[in-house]
């Protein structure tokens, strides 16, 4: 199928609302049963053949270990223990609340003990609003549902083979259910002090300097789908470094720059996938020249560490 297909924002606000919430419910049970990781790598979904998985969780404590899936070909969200047993329930026709009840009724029905701590949307404006109670947000359209994951799946190919080429600590490539972006982070592992009023969920995810690069299906503040990258913390004068392709900028945001490429203008390239590649590349060598990081040691050619095999290339 075409790379990266059109998807723009407004033609599926409204469903988006609604797999935003679905994904949130799933992924804080995910949060809730899983086991934490450095910088909250517990915490995202991973691709599947089929869409998005929370891989298995729970802990060898004698309760189930489970998977939860969402199905986007046949539209279904399935539960699945490491017995064998399944239940699994249509996305189709259902509200927040009514997904919410269908799962947790799913998870009954496997034994499954899980609470969520916070049955509400994180980072949302309906955040005050406990699932069980949102009947508002409805909206399922099937076939935007499975472009959005057609166009996910392309995209965590695009940032695995950018990840090939760094050998040093890297987080997965993973789709983060509370933000509702792809993203894969390099770390150069020099600890960033954290002012004592940091937020617990900031002071884990930037404990580290970090080159972060990504991709959003666009929001309120940016309402279209595009590339990301930004570097954290931010070093001085880093819009002043040139991004490729041409089309690509510096934004600002409330919390710093992003470097930006807007899907639409990397589609409008000769090469979308070569100029994806060329955007993270520039973004990268932008933050970590200005940061002080050692680059010629951190590369890692077509995925190659041992110098013997890359010199055979």
């Not at 969780?57 to 899936?69: E, L, V």
């Not at 002012?195 to 690069?213: G, H, L, N, Q, W």
């Not at 990301?228 to 913390?233: C, E, K, L």
Request: aromatic share 12%; charged share 25%.
């Amino acid at each position: 199928m075409e790379l990266f297909p059109a998807l723009p924002l407004a033609e599926w606000r409204e469903t988006k609302a609604t797999l935003h919430r679905f994904a949130q419910i799933v992924g804080k049970i995910r949060l809730a049963a899983g086991i934490r990781r450095n910088h909250w790598w517990n915490v995202p979904f991973h691709l599947t053949g089929r869409g998005l998985t929370t891989r298995p969780i729970g802990r060898a404590d004698g309760n189930p270990i489970f998977t939860i899936d969402f199905d986007f070909v046949a539209h279904r969200l399935v539960v699945t223990t490491l017995d064998g047993k399944a239940a699994s329930f249509p996305l189709y026709g259902q509200s927040v609340a009514s997904f919410y009840r269908e799962t947790m009724r799913a998870l009954a029905a496997l034994d499954i003990p899980v609470e969520i701590d916070i049955p509400r949307p994180y980072d949302m404006p309906d955040s005050d609003r406990p699932f069980a109670d949102d009947t508002e947000h409805a909206a399922y359209d099937q076939a935007k549902v499975t472009r959005y994951w057609q166009i996910l799946s392309q995209v965590n190919l695009v940032l695995e083979e950018f990840a090939s080429g760094f050998s040093g600590k890297i987080s997965p490539v993973h789709h983060f259910w509370h933000t509702f972006d792809i993203a894969c982070t390099r770390f150069s592992d020099r600890p960033v002090p954290q002012p004592p009023d940091v937020d617990p969920v900031t002071r884990e995810a930037y404990s580290r300097e970090v080159i972060s690069f990504g991709f959003w299906f666009g929001d309120d503040a940016f309402p279209e789908p595009a590339f990301y990258s930004y570097t954290a913390p931010e070093p001085d004068k880093l819009t002043d470094e040139p991004l490729l392709p041409e089309a690509a900028r510096w934004v600002a945001r409330p919390t710093g720059h992003l470097a930006v490429l807007r899907y639409a203008d990397a589609r409008a390239e000769p090469s979308p996938r070569a100029a994806v590649l060329a955007f993270y590349e520039s973004a990268y060598k932008a933050g970590a020249r200005l940061a002080d990081w050692d680059t010629d040691s951190l590369d890692c050619p077509g995925g190659i560490t041992d110098p013997q095999l890359s010199s055979h290339k």
